[in-house]
T-cell receptor
């Protein structure tokens, strides 16, 4: 069946260090992937996305890497800040140009001052 | 401010009550969604509406009844719920065919507790 998973439920990093959050997906037909950030008491917010015809995409302090061979997605956050503390979800879109996303379970990022 | 507003933010109800969750989006989108977020579980898609028509019901029990009177408003009517229905209910919207395929804009959720 379809599933999207994350390798670690919790990641703790020192402020200023780089963070890497990993995600494995199972649907080879998925052509679009998104990372969301959810802060306490809020809804998920879009961070960055990537299409399956790319293997890397960079945003402001964030980079998403896609390895279709092993069906692996990662989110890299440079110079992690206390405001980055949140739950991070990866999601895949197996159904083309729609919003029917399949979400992973989430990784809680804790930033130590 | 995401452009998607949900009310109420918190709701406590008994198993025999009838209540409704409301969602309004100010983004001009034509697709709206209900997702359920339970502790320790991934977000689960419940319903999808495109241009006011329901296009997806992800095997949701009939005690959850959605309503979409127009592209900007979405309701979730609740009746005879069970304690295991306690969760965060998230509304989202998107623009089918938009430049970012599949990107969802979420509201802040309605935290539901069923006693």
């Amino acid at each position: 069946g379809e599933s999207v998973g994350l390798h670690l439920p919790t990641l703790s990093v020192q402020e200023g260090d780089n963070s890497i959050i990993n995600c494995a997906y199972s649907n080879s037909a998925s052509d679009y992937f998104i990372w969301y950030k959810q802060e306490s008491g809020k809804g998920p917010q879009f961070i960055i996305d990537i299409r399956s015809n790319m293997d890397k995409r960079q945003g402001q302090r964030v980079t998403v890497l896609l390895n279709k061979t092993v069906k692996h997605l990662s989110l890299q956050i440079a110079a992690t800040q206390p405001g980055d503390s949140a739950v991070y979800f990866c999601a895949e879109n197996p159904s083309g140009n729609t919003g029917k996303l399949i979400f992973g379970q989430g990784t809680t990022l804790q930033v130590k001052p | 401010e995401t452009g998607v507003t949900q009310t109420p933010r918190h709701l406590v109800m008994g198993m025999t009550n009838k209540k409704s969750l409301k969602c309004e989006q100010h983004l001009g989108h034509n697709a709206m969604y209900w997702y359920k977020q339970s502790a320790k579980k991934p977000l689960e898609l419940m319903f999808v509406y495109n241009f006011k028509e329901q296009t997806e019901n992800n095997s949701v029990p009939s005690r959850f009844s959605p309503e979409c009177p127009n592209s900007s408003h979405l309701f979730l009517h609740l009746h005879t719920l069970q304690p295991e229905d306690s969760a965060l209910y998230l509304c989202a919207s998107s623009q089918p065919g938009g430049s970012v395929a599949g990107e969802l804009f979420f509201g802040e959720g309605s935290r539901l507790t069923v006693l």
